[in-house]
């Protein structure tokens, strides 16, 4: 069985979740990892597909909240020109199992998140979201992740990879 875990990330800390959820998925299944920019836009081969994004403004990324987090880190972080929002948009309709998870701030506690869209998303494409969209917390825009949220981002990649191989 092979997993995708697709992922957009600004400052880091969502590909480090990524890769913790592929750790997780990876005691069980063979995983491949791939930044949203080169993510492929067909679904061959793929028995779980996983997609992980930051939470800007209240939602998945768009042009205008890429370009604002460019510009808050100083010129650090190039502007992408596609997030999962756009990704998405292209991934044709089909049947594969899924399961979706941001980043967000923790504090303050604000409404919205880029999991729960991206799961509309593909279920409105068909595909089966296997899972509740998760949130995992970082400490302000840049990070750090809060502690134990690579530990739990592992734990529920096995359990997502667990809920797969059981059911077949």
């Given amino acids: 069985m092979e997993a995708l875990v697709v992922v957009e990330s600004v400052f880091g800390n969502t590909r480090a979740v990524a890769d913790a959820v592929a750790a997780g998925l990876g005691g069980r299944m063979d995983v491949r990892t791939a930044d949203v920019a080169t993510a492929p836009d067909e679904l061959h081969r793929v028995d779980l597909l996983v997609v992980g994004g930051p939470t ?16 808050q880190s100083g010129g650090a972080v190039p502007v992408a020109d596609t997030g999962i929002r756009e990704w998405l948009d292209r991934l044709p309709a089909g049947t594969c199992p899924a399961a979706t998870f941001d980043t967000r701030a923790d ?12 799961a509309r998303r593909l279920r409105r494409q068909g595909h089966r979201v296997l899972a509740r969209p998760e949130s995992f917390r970082v400490t302000g825009t840049r990070g750090p992740l809060v502690d134990g949220e690579l530990e739990r981002a592992r734990q529920w990649g096995d359990a997502l990879a667990a809920q797969l191989v059981g059911a077949r």
């Fill in 56 to 71: 800007h403004a209240f939602g998945m990324t768009r042009a205008s909240t890429r370009r604002s987090a460019a510009e």
């Fill in 107 to 118: 504090r303050p506690r604000l409404p919205g998140s880029a999991a729960a869209a991206a």
